[in-house]
């Protein structure tokens, strides 16, 4: 029954995914984030708080990773303790086997329709990643690139966060002069570091999350899904 426990292996990491992508989701969409809004046929409205919408597939989807964990680990107990020859106890692994099928199907294609009817609140979203704090590491990099070893820069960069908390302003409003105090490798330059766009652009490696490097990925795993290679 080799094939059926790898079969329900593969159905678990595919659910520990969608539970993931479920719970990003669900954070997303609340009054808190707002950087998402669900379709109202993919929410269901409070039985008590008329003005509540709840993510009730994302959050299906993450309880049902549960359940094809479970049948995962009751196919491998089930296994553990036979003989390698045929045994009536196998007749136990058809009701996980398909469970995991019809459970792993249904809740891919639900996502796939409610992320088809997700729209973004793009200004919400900005204004989140507008913290210049958020680019820190970016500063880091920048005296890298000036030839500081990294573990010195990643102490100045620290530094200069604690100043600009004492002094109560972000980083991008901090004069340069407070910069060059932490490290001397500091430029006027500097400062473009808290442009997002242009430090998007600067993440080139593979698999990172710049902007081309996005797109990259995208246009890679369009093809895949539709081509299959």
Same mark, same amino acid.
């Given at each position: 029954r080799d094939f059926a426990v790898e079969f329900c292996?593969?159905?678990?990491?595919?659910?520990?995914?969608?539970?993931?992508?479920?719970?990003?989701?669900?954070?997303?969409?609340t009054a808190e984030f707002r950087f998402i809004s669900i379709s109202d046929a993919y929410?269901?409205?409070?039985?008590?708080?008329?003005?509540k919408r709840n993510p009730d597939i994302a959050e299906?989807?993450?309880?049902?990773?549960?359940?094809?964990?479970?049948?995962?680990?009751?196919l491998l107990t089930l296994l553990k303790g036979l003989p390698m020859t045929y045994n009536r106890d196998l007749q136990e692994d058809k009701e996980r086997l398909f469970d995991t099928s019809d459970t792993v199907m249904s809740t891919v294609q639900l996502m796939t329709g409610m992320l088809g009817q997700i729209s973004v609140?793009?200004?919400?979203c900005a204004a989140a990643a507008a913290d210049p704090a958020l680019l820190a590491t970016d500063l880091v990099d920048y005296l890298?690139? #000036?030839?500081?070893?990294? @573990? $010195? =820069?990643?102490?100045?960069i620290g530094r200069l966060v604690s100043v600009s908390e004492r002094l109560g302003k972000p980083l991008n409003q901090l004069p340069i002069e407070e910069f060059r105090l932490?490290?001397?490798?500091?430029?006027?330059?500097?400062? #473009?570091?808290?442009?997002? @766009? $242009? =430090?998007?652009?600067?993440?080139?490696?593979?698999?990172?999350?710049?902007?081309?490097?996005?797109?990259q990925q995208l246009a890679r795993w369009r093809r895949i899904l539709k081509t299959g290679r």
């Amino acid at each position: 029954r080799d094939f059926a426990v790898e079969f329900c292996s593969i159905g678990a990491m595919i659910a520990v995914h969608l539970s993931r992508l479920a719970e990003d989701i669900i954070l997303w969409a609340t009054a808190e984030f707002r950087f998402i809004s669900i379709s109202d046929a993919y929410t269901t409205g409070s039985s008590l708080m008329p003005q509540k919408r709840n993510p009730d597939i994302a959050e299906l989807t993450r309880g049902k990773t549960g359940r094809v964990f479970g049948n995962l680990v009751s196919l491998l107990t089930l296994l553990k303790g036979l003989p390698m020859t045929y045994n009536r106890d196998l007749q136990e692994d058809k009701e996980r086997l398909f469970d995991t099928s019809d459970t792993v199907m249904s809740t891919v294609q639900l996502m796939t329709g409610m992320l088809g009817q997700i729209s973004v609140n793009e200004d919400v979203c900005a204004a989140a990643a507008a913290d210049p704090a958020l680019l820190a590491t970016d500063l880091v990099d920048y005296l890298v690139r #000036k030839g500081v070893p990294f @573990r $010195s =820069a990643h102490h100045a960069i620290g530094r200069l966060v604690s100043v600009s908390e004492r002094l109560g302003k972000p980083l991008n409003q901090l004069p340069i002069e407070e910069f060059r105090l932490v490290d001397p490798h500091f430029e006027p330059d500097a400062l #473009k570091i808290f442009d997002l @766009r $242009s =430090a998007m652009a600067l993440r080139r490696i593979t698999g990172s999350p710049g902007t081309a490097e996005v797109k990259q990925q995208l246009a890679r795993w369009r093809r895949i899904l539709k081509t299959g290679r």
